[in-house]
């Protein structure tokens, strides 16, 4: 996990399998190669015009799923 995924500095492939980051507060649930890259978004006050949203993931021995839930405000 880290704040700013722009700050990564190590190629994850192989070695992680989820990137979790928040800094721009853009939700995003994306698959590059084999690593899941993970922002939950923001349910704080609404920035610009980017949805309110939190995430979820479901992490078991096998998988991992993510999931951008939008919230109704």
Known sequence: M???VKT???DPQGRYRVVIAGHS???RNEWVGDGLYFNP???GPRRFTLPITVGRLEVTEDDVVGDIIELPV
């Open 2 to 4: 880290l704040h700013d």
């Open 8 to 10: 990564l500095d190590l």
């Open 25 to 27: 507060h853009k939700p």
């Open 41 to 43: 978004g923001g349910a």
